[in-house]
């Protein structure tokens, strides 16, 4: 009998972003993505319910939320259905632009109902300027794009250097040896496992870096896990728990502002995971990645959390760690939902030494705003328009970061918007960019390459 000469269709390759990972290490890279997220989840939470005078059982409360409410987020950015979510590798988290809003709402403006009505209204605007914002791609060609990813990475900056001092500057031991010692063994062991590691091992530098970090610190007595036996091992999420919404004017139109910071700098990130990863970001993908955070805003309204956005630092992990996959930054968002489900085990993770997490932050930061110059260097420097676009969008993104005060005497709603570094530099670059390459912005119409 003759072999058959009939031929199979060669199947399309899968794009690394939708590409699934053995279960083991795609465990291992969502526990890495985990760690990083997992300080900035859970300040935000304790930043607003002690500013407006909850109590401890209400601020754990608001924390188990927070997780659950992130994983929820999470999946919908990640997975994705229908019109929402960008399917990329994007951590959501509660936004720190929402937190001086949601303090101001809740000490003058109706308490916590009217603390979650304006949060659930901001969502459904978001969602309703979802569209419009997938317009803008025109505007953001290499020196817009190359800039504000300079900016994201080098205004992250300050915040790993404060994690690995202790964070708190205040604090007695802010910067202490101990707290250096610890940050310099992360950094040390991340800088060194990725270096000279391979496969898996080089893929989750952070997280090996993070562990070996906390194990000296548990020897030196800088490791707390005393508190964990406190935490109850089951909680469930009670949605409205403060109570039916109010819906005050004042309070929307507060924050409703801030999610218009929210969606620029959520719109900067696409980009950023676009470049890294490979996938062209049209205007589809950034509308339904808006709907999804508008989405989100609204189911965290409803869940006792804030305004949710994508997480900078875990950009940058999916740069320093070169891993594509959406479905492991999914995993996390799962495991997210089971640390919001058993506070034992959220304890175990908030029980992590600061420096340590600030030792590896401060690499990863670093990596957004080298993916930022690489972009840059496609860029025609010998146009004296593009340098000068760089030069004012950066120096414009790091006042803040140079003078933190620097626009405390304006009103709050101008501060808001100006006290974001990232905000102020991406739009600094768009404007120039629109009156001075108005020819070049024309012809935009491709994605930067990718090398």
């Avoid at 909850?54 to 919908?76: H, K, N, P, W, Y």
């Avoid at 506070?343 to 029980?351: E, H, I, Q, Y």
Wanted: aromatic residues 8%; charged residues 10%.
């Amino acid at each position: 009998m003759k072999p058959s000469n009939t031929t199979h269709p060669q199947q399309p390759p899968v794009h690394p972003v939708d590409a699934w990972l053995p279960p083991g290490r795609n465990l291992l890279l969502a526990f890495q993505h985990l760690l990083v997220m997992y300080a900035a989840a859970v300040s935000i939470p304790i930043v607003v319910g002690n500013a407006i005078g909850l109590d401890r059982e209400q601020i754990v409360m608001l924390i188990s939320a927070d997780l659950f409410a992130c994983g929820i987020a999470t999946l919908i950015q990640t997975v994705g259905f229908w019109k929402f979510g960008v399917r990329l590798p994007l951590i959501q988290g509660c936004s720190f632009v929402a937190v001086a809003p949601m303090i101001l709402i809740g000490k003058e403006h109706g308490g916590m109902p009217a603390v979650y009505g304006a949060t659930i209204a901001a969502g459904i605007f978001c969602m309703l300027m979802a569209p419009l914002f997938g317009k803008i791609r025109r505007f953001f060609p290499p020196v817009v794009m190359g800039t504000t990813i300079l900016v994201i990475g080098l205004s992250l900056l300050p915040i790993g250097v404060r994690w690995a001092a202790g964070g708190a500057p205040k604090a007695p031991d802010f910067g202490s040896v101990s707290n250096l010692t610890l940050a310099a063994i992360s950094l040390i062991s991340v800088l060194l496992i990725y270096g000279f590691g391979r496969g898996l091992v080089r893929n989750t530098a952070v997280l090996l870096g993070l562990l070996i970090g906390t194990g000296v610190a548990l020897l030196m007595g800088k490791a707390d896990f005393s508190k964990v036996a406190d935490e109850n091992w089951f909680a469930f999420v009670t949605p409205l728990a403060f109570g039916m919404p109010v819906f005050d004017p004042v309070a929307i139109i507060l924050t409703c502002v801030a999610m218009m910071v929210i969606i620029t700098e959520v719109t900067a990130d696409f980009f950023a995971v676009g470049e890294m990863v490979g996938k062209e970001i049209d205007d589809n993908k950034i509308a339904n990645g808006l709907r999804a955070d508008g989405l989100s805003t609204v189911i965290g309204g409803f869940l006792n959390t804030f305004p949710y956005c994508a997480y900078n630092a875990n950009v940058g992990l999916v740069a320093m760690s070169g891993v594509k996959s959406r479905w492991v930054v999914a995993t996390t968002g799962v495991l997210l939902l089971i640390l919001g489900l058993f506070p034992k085990l959220a304890g175990v993770f908030a029980s992590m030494p600061l420096p340590v997490l600030g030792g590896a932050a401060i690499v990863m930061f670093a990596m957004i705003a080298t993916t930022g110059l690489r972009i840059l260097s496609k860029v025609d420097l010998n146009n004296g328009n593009n340098t000068l676009i760089i030069a004012a969008s950066l120096g414009m993104g790091m006042v803040t970061v140079a003078a933190p005060s620097f626009y405390d005497q304006l009103g709050s709603t101008a501060k808001m918007f100006l006290h974001s570094g990232i905000t102020t530099g991406c739009i600094t670059a768009i404007v120039l960019n629109a009156l001075l390459n108005r020819k070049q912005r024309e012809a935009v119409a491709s994605p930067v390459p990718v090398v």
